[in-house]
């Protein structure tokens, strides 16, 4: 079975000061990561992935996220907030050996003050 | 390039009616999915299909049948509504190659109400 932990509900940070949105994972086998964002009355857009190589992937609109084997943790970041980045972000997993659906997590509600 | 299309956009049902969700992408992937979006509980899967024939049950299929008509289209029927299937409905696609390989793409959604 494979299951995404995003323990919290929302973050909430100053325009221009760095972000974090947490992510942990469990998978059988190696696994593909992936960052999703969803605006409102929106479908959701993809944003980064980690499938193999490098442990910073970096990703759209400045944002990137650091694979934690040891920690199974896959935290989205971005340096510098902007307004605009206020939604609402899904982290998923999938295994590398496993079937092709993806497993969602419950979402952080992200929003950025001016 | 529409990308992944949704039809409806919104609608209403009273416990007991049916309805079809349709989806349909011109992106040429092997894969499609449905999911349901209920708050707090991130996206689960109801079903996918891999490629065209064939189709799988996901998290929660309860409720739910689906047809993969061709490539492009995949549809989603309730066939009695009940209050418990009041949802934001998303249907996505996968290729199963190239640099996209793995990223889904979504819908804009369907927001359904049962009464």
């Known amino acids: 079975a494979q299951s995404v932990a995003q323990p919290e509900d929302q973050v909430n940070v100053a325009e221009g000061n760095p972000l974090t949105v947490k992510c942990t994972y469990s998978v059988s086998g190696n696994p593909y990561l992936f960052w999703y964002v969803q605006y409102p009355n929106r479908g959701l857009q993809f944003l980064l992935k980690y499938i193999t190589g490098d442990n910073l992937v970096k990703g759209s609109y400045g944002f990137e996220a650091e694979f934690n084997k040891s920690q199974t943790s896959f935290h989205l970041k971005k340096p510098s907030a902007l307004v605009s980045d206020s939604a609402l972000y899904f982290c998923a997993v999938k295994s590398s050996t496993g079937r092709r659906a993806l497993t969602f997590g419950s979402g952080t509600r992200l929003q950025v003050q001016p | 390039n529409a990308g992944v299309t949704q039809t409806p956009k919104f609608q209403v049902l009273k416990t007991g009616q049916s309805m079809t969700l349709q989806c349909a992408q011109d992106m040429n992937h092997n894969s499609m999915y449905w999911y349901r979006q209920d708050p707090g509980m991130g996206l689960r899967l109801i079903y996918y299909?891999?490629?065209?024939?064939?189709?799988d049950k996901g998290e929660v299929p309860n409720g739910y049948n689906v047809s993969r008509l061709n490539k492009r289209e995949f549809s989603l029927r309730l066939e009695s509504a009940a209050p418990s299937q009041t949802s934001v409905y998303f249907c996505?696609?996968?290729?199963?190659?190239?640099?996209?390989?793995?990223?889904?793409?979504f819908g804009p959604g369907t927001r359904l109400t049962v009464l």
């Open positions: 996505a696609s996968s290729p199963t190659g190239g640099s996209s390989y793995n990223e889904q793409f």
């Open positions: 299909s891999a490629s065209e024939g064939t189709t």
